[in-house]
């Protein structure tokens, strides 16, 4: 995943690294809030401030760590045509709940 940062010298104090930059605009349209907040982006930039891509590790799936935790059991392959036979007798019977 990647997230932008702001980097600008701070006089006298070295620099600022900004995520999500901080900036906001008002407009009477999405465009005209857009183009304000492009132009303050612009006027920052212009003055020496640079727009970085900050590349950070994506989060891992929260069920991730279960992937295979069946995988040496040996009841798996049995529970599986259980499963599997279940399916079998609803399909050929509606009826069956």
């Known amino acids: 995943m990647d997230m932008l940062v702001l980097i600008e010298e701070v006089p006298g104090s070295g620099f600022r690294a900004t995520g999500g930059f901080a900036l906001t605009a008002e407009g009477s349209t999405r465009d005209e809030a857009?183009?304000?907040?492009q132009g303050q982006i612009r006027?920052?930039?212009?003055?020496?401030?640079?727009?970085?891509?900050?590349?950070?590790?994506?989060?891992?799936h929260?069920?991730?760590?279960?992937?295979?935790?069946?995988?040496?059991?040996?009841l798996f392959e049995e529970w599986q045509e259980a499963i599997a036979e279940r399916r079998r007798q609803v399909d050929a019977d509606p009826d069956v709940p």
């Open 62 to 74: 929260p069920w991730l760590q279960f992937a295979g935790m069946f995988r040496d059991d040996p």
């Open 43 to 60: 006027d920052r930039m212009a003055a020496g401030a640079e727009v970085v891509p900050l590349r950070l590790p994506a989060p891992e």
């Open 34 to 37: 857009f183009q304000k907040l």
